[in-house]
C-alpha cells in the first residue's frame, strides 16, 4: 500500500469534534466579541464557533482550503476568510476591520511557526482579551512553566510579560489527520492590559538565556562593562533562577548603572508592569 499524501504545507488537521467542541467552550466568546482563527484548515473547529453565533474571522494560507472554507461557511452572518500567510497578515487591520475593541484569536498552530505565530499575537496583545491555541504540549509547557524548572525560559518571559498562560487538557496524536509524533495540548492566555513592553528588556531577556547553563553575568559579558555587572550579586545565578519580575528589576538596575557610568550616551528605561511568573 502506497503511503499516505501527507498534506502540501505540512497541516496536521484536527478531526476530533469533541476537542473542538472543548476548545470553543474554552475561546467563551459572546457574539458582541469578535474571534479571529488562524489556520481553520477543513474547518472542523470553524463549525463549532459558528455554532455560538460569534463573529468569525479565519486566516488560511492554502488556496484550496480557504476556497473551501467559502463554500461551506459563506451563507453565515459575520463569517470571513482572509486567505494569507498568518505572519504576513496585518492582525491590528484585521481587528479594526471586525469593528470591536477586542478579539479573541483562537486556532490549531503549526508545529514549526508556533513562536513567531505567538510573537505577532503578543505584537497586538492590547487588542486581544485572550487567546486559546492548540500547539506541541512541549511548547505549552514552556509558555505556564515556573521559573526553576526545565521548562522555563525565554518564550516563558516573552508569554508573562503580556498574558497569564493556563494549560487547559492535553490532545492526543489520534485527533489529527494525519497524526503527528507528538502530544498536544490546549492552552488560554489570557492578556494583561496593557502590556507596554520595552524591547529593551526583551532583548535583555534574550541574552539572559542565551546559554541556560551559564551563570548571568557569562551571558551578559558583551552588554554590559565589566565594572557594572560585579555590583550585582544576582550576576551569580542562572536565568531559570528568576522570575519575570526579578528579570525586569536586575534589567532596571543594570541599566541604572550604566547610565551612571556613562550618562552622555545611555539612558535607563521607563518602568511598566509586569506579573511575578
Known sequence: MPP????????HFLRD?????RIAVAVAASPDIGVIEIGPGQGVLTEELLGKGVRLTVIE??????GGLRERFGDRDGFEVIEQDILKADLRRVVEQL????VVICGNLPYYITSPILRRVFDVSGLVAQAV?????????????RKNTRDYGFLTVLCRLHAEPELLFSVPPGA????PKVTSAVVRLAMRHPAAVEAGFVEFARKCFTHPRKKLRNNLADAYPKDVLQEQAELELR???L???ELIELWRSLERSQARANPAVHAAGPCYDCAES
Do not use: Y
Not at 4 to 11: E, H, N, T, V
Open 4 to 11: 499516505k499524501r501527507r498534506p502540501p504545507l505540512g497541516q
Open 243 to 245: 522570575g519575570v519580575t
Open 61 to 66: 494560507i492554502d488556496p484550496a482550503l480557504a
Open 99 to 102: 469593528g470591536v475593541e477586542r
Open 17 to 21: 469534534s469533541t476537542v473542538c467542541a
Open 133 to 145: 491555541f492548540l500547539i506541541q504540549k512541549e511548547v505549552a509547557l514552556r509558555l505556564a512553566a
Open 239 to 241: 536565568a531559570q533562577q
Open 176 to 179: 489529527f489527520q494525519p497524526p
